[in-house]
């Protein structure tokens, strides 16, 4: 049975006492339960609802501290890029590329991932289904690249709120990759009139739990030590020191349903 994939972090590097306040506790969280959390967190957010929203410290400083947590704790590092011009910069720092899922059809951004020859994790657009997600993988494929990883993180109903259907994780896997379940962006709440996305953490848990009961090769969890506090998307993260239940819960769940 392979180990599931746990990606965790802050949705952005908003500046270096969270962010290593952040890693630490992932770390210890690691070692208590011998799972390996690959470490996540944007240093740029470019999908923005509103231009007033937060979306950064600057690329070079964020990056900086990405490297930091990498030699301090060991972490492999995700990071998503918006544009084909920053695929070079982020791959020099991380060790997993992720395609935000509103860009999952820019062919030049997959295939400028994809030539950085490191894993691409491209989530599934709110707007596509599983099955139109193998054009995307097919345009990392061109490079020569294989490593590539497919994320659930909801699908659009209405106008203000996502649905997960959980029949995506092996409808997605026939694909040939892993598929891995975004449980914290899966319950956002978009398009709010605040200009604000919303969201229900409270159903984060239920997610997590159900993804890997279906057979999910990872999960993915945004975390924040003081959520009502993180710049970005704190709707919708989960309360940093709820994530070592939430994940034991799913490793003995993965232990039993796999």
Known sequence: MKNLI???GPCIIEGEE???EIARKLAEISTATGQEIVFKASYRKANRTSSNSFSGIGDEAALE???QVKKQFGFRIVTDVHESIECAKAAEVADIIQIPAFL???TAL???AGETGKSVNIKKGQFLSPEAMKFAIEKVYSTGNKSVMLTERGTTFGYDSLIVDITAIPRMQAH???VIVDCTHSVQQPNQTSGVTGGNPLLIETIAKAATAAG???LFFEVHPAPPKSPSDAASILELSKFEAIL???LAIRNVAV
């Open 176 to 178: 040939g990759v892993p």
């Open 248 to 250: 034991r819960k799913c």
């Open 65 to 67: 501290i990405l490297k």
């Open 216 to 218: 999910s090769d990872g």
């Open 6 to 8: 746990i990606i965790a």
């Open 110 to 112: 997959l295939v400028a």
């Open 18 to 20: 969270t962010t290593f």
């Open 104 to 106: 999952c059809r820019q």
